[in-house]
C-alpha cells in the first residue's frame, strides 16, 4: 500500500469520526421526521383533524394567496410583518449585545461574566415574560419609578415597545455568546499595527477589529434572527395578542383548527425562505462566506 | 476597558436582572394571583418543601438538560471541526442540515419527533416515550446551536498553528488535543452554555418526546396556564438562581485559593 | 435522584413499573395534592400526573400510542365523543361506577358524552364577564360591554379563545355559538373588530383576570372559577354571564382504551365521584361540581354562589361548544383577519 492511499484512508476515518456522528444524528432525528412533515404539507385536513390525501398543493396556494376568487395577501401581509419585526428585534440586540460581547471578552473576569449574563435564562421563559408584564402594567415597576419622579403612568402595556423590549431580552444571549467568541481570539496586534499607521480609534476598530469578529456577529443574527421571526408568545402576551405573526398562524394549525396539513405549509415555506436567504448569501459572500457559517 | 463600554455593561446586566428582581419579590408576596403588591410572606418556600411533585419534575429537567448537552457538546462540536477541516462531496448538504433545527418551527419539530418516534416504536418495539426520548429531541436542536457557535470560532483560525504541530510530528489526536482543542475551548463551553440554557427551558420539543413520568419544570409550568402560575415556582426560580450565585462566588473563591 | 435513575432503567429496558400505578394526564394544579394523596394510600398506588397546555397537543399524544400509555385523561366536553369515536378512550362500564349515583341530573345524561358512555365530569363552569365594580362606569349585564360603544364600561380585555371570542360575538349578534352561517359569522367579525378598536387587546383565561386585579382592566371576557377563586383577594371584582348567554363547560374524565391499569383508573373514577372527594377538588379549582352530593361539603362562598353555580334561568341560555368539523376554517380565517388588521 502507497502513502497516498493511507493518507486518504485516514482522512476518510477522521472525517467519519468528526462530522460522522453529528450528521448520522440529524440525518435521523431532523431530516426524516422533517420529511414527514413535508409530506403532511401536501395532504388536507381530515375528519378529526387528522391528515388525508390526495396528495394537493391547496396548501401552499392557500398561504401564498392564490385563490380562484383571485390574489389574496392575507397569509403574505402576515409573513412580511413577522420578518419585520425579527429583523428590529435583531438590530437592537446586535447594539446591545455586540458591546457586551465585547465588554465581557476583554475583562478580566470573563467566565463570571458570560455566566452572569445567561443565568437569568434558567429561569422559565414563561415566568420571566410575566414579570416583564409587572414591570410594564399600569400600576407596574416603570410606572412606579416615574410616579415618584412626578411623571407618567405612561401606556406601556400593551405595546409594540413592551413586545420589543421582551423579545430583545429573550434573545440577547444568543447573540451574546457567539460574538463573545470571536472576540475572545482576537489577534490585537492588528489593531496596534493599524494605529501604528496612524488610524484613529475608530478606523482601527472598523478596518482592524471589527473584520475578525464578523463570524461571530453572522452566526449571532442568525440564532437571533431566525428564531424571532418565529415567536408568538411574546406578542400574544405583551402586546395583549392584537397582532398576529406567522408564529401564531402555525400554532394555531396545530392547536384548535387542527390543519396540521396547512401549518406545515406555512412552516415550510418559512424555512425554504430563510434557507434561500442562507444560499443567496452564501453565493454573494462566495466560499469564505459560506464558511462563516459553519 | 474604556469607561462607555463599563458604563452599558452594567446597563445591560440590569435590563437582564430587572425581571429577576421581580420574580424574587413576587416569591415574596403574600397574593397568590401576584400582579400587585400585597405583603410579605414566607409561605410559598414552605410549600415548595412539601410540594414533592415539584422537586421531581426538577430532577427531570436538570438529568435531560445535563445529559443532553454533554451529548450535544461532542457532537456539535466534532461536526463544526471536521467542517472546518476537511473538504468533501456532501458538505454543503450538512451545512444546510445543520440550520434546519434553527429554522424549522418549534412546534413542527415537536409533531415531527412525536410521529416519527410512534412510527419506528410500531415497527421496532423501541423508542418509547419517556427521558430518553426527551434527550434524543434535545441533542436534534442543541447540535446545530453548538456546531454554529463553535464555527464562529474556528472561522478565521490560523491553520498554520494545526499544520506546524503535523509537520513537528504529531497524530491527528494530539493536534486535536494540545493545539486545537485549547484555541476553541472558549468556543465549545459557550456553546455548550448555550445549548443548557436551551434544554433547561424547552417546551414544546420536549412535550412532544416526554412520555409518562418525565414531566420536566417547562411542562408543569406551561400546563399551569389553565389555573395560574402558583408563586411556589417564583420562589423555586429564587432558590435556583440564589444557589447558582453561591456555588458561583465560592467557586472562584476556591480557585483563587489555589 | 436515585429513583429516577431506577425508573430510568426500567424504562429503559422496557420492564412495566410497579403493579400500583395510575398515570394521569391533566391540566397541571387541577388537583389537589391531598386528593391524590388520599387516593394513593387507600388503594396502595403511586399516582404519576403529567400536564399538558392544550387539548389539541393532549389529542396528537394519544394518537401518536399515548393511549397506551397513560391510564386516565382530563379531556373538555366536546373532545370526548371525537376520542370515543377514534378509538382513544374506551366505553365505560357502570357497574364499576357506583358513585355515578352522585351526580346531578343534568349531568348524568350530558349532551357531550349520553349516558356518561366513555367519561364522568370533572368540574365545569360558564364564560361570561368579570368587572370590577369600583372601575366600571356603566352597568355590566350584556356582551355589549365589548360589542355596542354605547355600553362600553371601561378598559376591557376579550379572551384570546378562538371559539370562545367568536362565539361570544355570535352570542351578543343572536346566534348560536356553534354557527357555520358564513353570514352571520361575517356580522360577528364585524362587531369584533369595533371590539378590538375599543378594547386593550386579547388575554388568556388567567392572564384575563390579572389584567383586572392589576387595574389595567375594568371590564374581562373571563372563565368562571379563574374569577371565583381571587374573589377572597379581590372582593370588588364580580362576574356574570350576560344576558344574552354565555358558554358551559364540562372537564370529563376518561380511560384510554389501552390504559395499562384499568382497574386502577376505575377506582380513581369512582373516587372523585365520592362526596367529599368531589367537595375538595371543586374547594380546590373553585369551579363547579357535577357531584350534587358533594354539595354539603362545598365551601360557603362556593356554595351559595350565582358565578359558580348560576341560577336556573341563567342555566337556560347556557351552551355548549361543539366541535364543528370543517367549518372551523372558517372561524380560523375570520380571527387570523382580525388578529391581523
Redesign the interface.
Same mark, same amino acid.
Given at each position: 500500500m502507497n502513502r497516498s492511499a493511507t493518507s486518504r484512508a485516514r482522512r476518510l476515518l477522521e472525517l467519519l469520526l468528526t462530522v460522522g456522528p453529528g450528521a448520522l444524528w440529524l440525518l435521523i432525528f431532523m431530516l426524516i421526521p422533517a420529511l414527514l412533515m413535508l409530506e403532511a404539507s401536501f395532504l388536507q385536513r381530515g375528519p378529526y383533524g387528522r391528515l388525508v390525501g390526495p396528495f394537493t398543493l391547496a396548501n401552499y396556494l392557500r398561504f401564498f394567496g392564490l385563490t380562484p376568487e383571485g390574489f389574496d395577501p392575507l397569509y403574505l401581509g402576515i409573513l412580511w410583518r413577522s420578518a419585520v419585526f425579527a429583523a428590529g428585534v435583531t438590530a437592537i440586540t446586535l447594539l446591545l449585545g455586540y458591546p457586551l460581547a465585547f465588554a465581557i471578552a476583554t475583562s478580566r473576569r470573563k467566565e463570571t461574566l458570560l455566566l452572569l449574563v445567561v443565568l437569568p435564562f434558567w429561569t422559565n421563559f414563561l415566568i420571566r415574560i410575566y414579570a416583564w408584564i409587572v414591570i410594564f402594567q399600569r400600576h407596574g415597576v416603570v410606572n412606579a419609578a416615574l410616579g415618584a419622579l412626578g411623571l407618567g403612568p405612561l401606556p406601556l402595556y400593551p405595546s409594540w415597545f413592551a413586545v420589543y423590549v421582551a423579545t430583545v431580552y429573550t434573545y440577547l444571549p444568543f447573540l451574546v455568546l457567539p460574538v463573545y467568541t470571536a472576540v475572545e481570539r482576537i489577534d490585537w496586534t492588528l489593531l496596534e499595527a493599524a494605529q501604528d499607521l496612524g488610524a484613529g480609534r475608530v478606523r482601527g476598530f472598523l478596518h482592524a477589529v471589527l473584520p475578525q469578529t464578523l463570524p461571530g456577529v453572522v452566526a449571532g443574527v442568525l440564532l437571533v434572527f431566525v428564531p424571532a421571526l418565529g415567536t408568538f408568545v411574546i406578542s400574544d402576551l405583551l402586546g395583549a395578542g392584537r397582532v398576529i405573526l406567522i408564529g401564531n398562524v402555525i400554532q394555531q394549525q396545530f392547536g384548535v383548527v387542527r390543519d396540521w396539513a396547512f401549518g406545515s405549509a406555512a412552516a415550510y415555506v418559512l424555512m425554504a425562505l430563510v434557507l434561500l436567504g442562507l444560499w443567496g448569501y452564501a453565493r454573494v459572500a462566495g466560499e469564505e462566506g459560506l464558511d462563516r457559517l459553519v | 476597558?474604556p469607561r462607555l #463600554?463599563?458604563l452599558?455593561?452594567y446597563l445591560?446586566?440590569a435590563? #437582564?436582572?430587572?425581571?429577576?428582581a421581580?420574580?424574587v419579590a413576587?416569591s415574596f408576596n403574600q397574593?397568590?394571583?401576584?400582579?400587585?403588591w400585597?405583603g410579605f410572606t414566607w409561605q410559598w418556600y414552605l410549600r415548595l418543601f412539601h410540594?414533592h411533585?415539584v422537586a421531581?419534575y426538577a430532577?427531570?429537567t436538570l438529568?435531560v438538560a445535563v445529559a443532553s448537552t454533554l451529548i450535544a457538546t461532542v457532537?456539535?462540536t466534532?461536526?463544526?471541526?471536521?467542517?472546518?477541516?476537511?473538504s468533501?462531496r456532501l458538505k454543503g448538504a450538512?451545512?444546510?442540515?445543520?440550520?434546519?433545527?434553527?429554522?424549522?418551527?418549534?412546534?413542527?419539530?415537536g409533531?415531527? #419527533?412525536?410521529?416519527?418516534?410512534?412510527?419506528v416504536?410500531?415497527h421496532t418495539?423501541w423508542l418509547?416515550?419517556?427521558?430518553?426520548t426527551i434527550v #434524543?429531541?434535545h441533542?436534534?436542536f442543541q447540535?446545530?446551536?453548538v456546531?454554529?457557535?463553535?464555527?464562529?470560532?474556528l472561522?478565521?483560525?490560523d491553520p498554520a498553528l494545526e499544520e506546524a504541530a503535523q509537520d513537528l510530528g504529531a497524530g491527528?489526536y494530539a493536534t486535536f488535543r494540545h493545539v486545537t482543542l485549547p484555541?476553541i475551548l472558549?468556543?465549545v463551553l459557550?456553546?455548550a452554555?448555550?445549548a443548557f440554557?436551551l434544554s433547561?427551558?424547552d417546551?414544546v420539543i420536549t412535550?412532544?418526546t416526554?412520555?409518562?413520568?418525565?414531566?420536566t419544570?417547562?411542562?408543569?409550568?406551561?400546563?399551569?396556564?389553565?389555573?395560574?402560575?402558583?408563586p411556589e415556582?417564583?420562589a423555586l426560580?429564587s432558590i435556583?438562581?440564589a444557589a447558582?450565585?453561591v456555588g458561583?462566588v465560592l467557586g472562584?473563591a476556591l480557585l483563587r485559593r489555589r | 435522584m436515585k429513583r429516577t435513575l431506577i425508573s430510568l432503567l426500567a424504562v429503559l429496558a422496557g420492564l412495566s413499573l410497579a403493579r400500583g400505578e395510575l398515570r394521569l394526564f391533566n391540566w397541571a394544579d387541577y388537583i389537589p395534592e391531598e386528593v391524590v394523596a388520599e387516593f394513593e394510600r387507600r388503594y396502595q398506588a403511586r399516582v404519576i400526573i403529567d400536564t399538558f397546555e392544550a387539548p389539541e397537543a393532549m389529542l396528537a399524544k394519544l394518537q401518536a400510542g399515548g393511549d397506551a400509555e397513560y391510564d386516565v385523561v382530563v379531556p373538555p366536553d366536546y373532545y370526548v365523543l371525537e376520542m370515543a369515536r377514534t378509538g382513544l378512550i374506551r366505553s365505560l362500564d357502570p357497574a364499576k361506577l357506583p358513585n355515578l349515583k352522585n351526580l346531578a341530573p343534568e349531568f348524568k345524561d350530558p349532551a357531550y358524552d349520553p349516558q356518561n358512555r366513555h367519561s364522568i365530569p370533572y368540574q365545569w363552569g360558564t364564560t361570561g364577564i368579570a368587572y370590577d365594580a369600583q372601575a366600571v362606569t356603566r352597568p355590566v349585564d350584556s356582551w355589549g360591554v365589548f360589542f355596542d360603544p354605547k355600553r362600553y364600561a371601561g378598559p376591557c380585555f376579550l379572551l384570546d379563545e378562538m371559539r370562545e371570542t367568536i362565539g361570544a360575538a355570535l352570542k351578543y349578534l343572536g346566534y348560536s355559538l356553534n354557527d357555520t352561517d358564513p353570514g352571520h359569522l361575517a356580522e360577528a367579525k364585524k362587531v369584533l373588530l369595533g371590539a378590538k378598536k375599543r378594547c386593550l387587546g386579547f388575554a388568556g383565561g388567567v392572564e384575563a383576570r390579572s389584567r383586572l386585579l392589576s387595574g389595567d382592566a375594568a371590564v374581562v371576557h373571563a372563565y368562571s372559577g379563574d374569577i371565583v377563586q381571587i374573589q377572597g383577594e379581590a372582593p370588588q371584582v364580580r362576574y356574570r354571564v350576560p344576558k344574552e348567554g354565555g358558554t358551559i363547560w364540562t372537564d370529563a374524565v376518561a380511560i384510554t382504551r389501552r390504559a395499562p391499569h384499568p382497574e386502577l383508573a376505575y377506582a380513581f373514577l369512582n373516587f372523585i365521584l365520592e362526596p367529599r372527594i368531589a367537595a375538595a377538588i371543586s374547594n380546590y379549582n373553585s369551579y363547579a361540581t357535577p357531584v350534587a352530593a358533594a354539595l354539603p361539603y362545598l365551601d360557603p362562598a362556593l356554595k351559595d354562589n350565582p358565578a359558580v353555580f348560576p341560577p336556573k334561568a341563567v342555566r337556560q341560555k347556557l351552551e355548549y361548544i361543539h366541535d364543528i368539523g370543517d367549518a372551523i376554517r372558517l372561524y380560523d380565517r375570520i380571527w387570523t383577519e382580525l388578529k391581523s388588521r
Open positions: - | 476597558m #463600554l463599563k452599558h455593561t445591560v446586566l435590563f #437582564l436582572y430587572l425581571p429577576i421581580v420574580i413576587l397574593s397568590r394571583f401576584g400582579v400587585r400585597t410540594h411533585r421531581v430532577e427531570n438529568i457532537l456539535g466534532l461536526l463544526a471541526l471536521g467542517l472546518y477541516r476537511y468533501f450538512i451545512r444546510f442540515l445543520i440550520y434546519v433545527p434553527v429554522v424549522i418551527p418549534d412546534i413542527v419539530m409533531v415531527a #419527533l412525536l410521529l416519527f418516534f410512534a412510527w416504536r410500531v418495539g418509547r416515550l419517556s427521558l430518553t #434524543l429531541g441533542v436534534t447540535i446545530a446551536y456546531a454554529l457557535v463553535v464555527r464562529s470560532r472561522a478565521g483560525l491527528s484555541l472558549p468556543g459557550a456553546g452554555l448555550l440554557t433547561l427551558d417546551f412535550f412532544f416526554a412520555g409518562p413520568g418525565s414531566t419544570l417547562p411542562l408543569y409550568i406551561f400546563g399551569s396556564v389553565k389555573r395560574g402560575v402558583t415556582i417564583h426560580s435556583l438562581i447558582t450565585t458561583l472562584r | -
